[in-house]
């Protein structure tokens, strides 16, 4: 009886941490990367808390069953996460490029008016 409440406080854990992802993905989206990252820090006490649950369960087969099911999701949700960050940054990463050497032209040409401009190399 005790390990059945204890795999519903785990599972009602496991969903939290679920809803979680899907929240982080949604502020992603929205560019909230600080209430984000808040977020995700908040959630590492969870999921120390099911680790050491999962220490002491004995989980029935179609408990694990259950159990694989949602971490599968969990994981689904982290790795979409994950790749929408990395192309985030691969978006900043191109346009800090792109405004890095317009300010490199723009600083070969910006003289006083008795000096002339020099050579810059825009291949950096």
Do not use: H, W
Request: proline share 2%.
């Amino acid at each position: 009886m005790q390990d059945e409440q204890q795999f519903e406080q785990l599972m009602l854990q496991y969903t939290q941490l679920k809803n979680g992802s899907e929240d982080i993905s949604r502020m992603i989206d929205n560019e909230d990367f600080d209430n984000a990252i808040t977020m995700i820090k908040s959630r590492e006490q969870v999921f120390l808390s099911c680790k050491c649950m999962l220490k002491y369960l004995e989980l029935t087969p179609v408990e694990q069953k259950k159990l694989d099911s949602i971490l599968d999701e969990i994981r689904t949700l982290e790795m979409q996460n994950i790749k929408k960050l990395e192309k985030g940054m691969e978006n900043i990463k191109k346009e800090l490029k792109k405004t890095q050497k317009s300010q490199k032209i723009q600083q070969a040409y910006d003289f006083p008016d008795n000096q002339k401009g020099s050579i810059i190399n825009i291949q950096e």
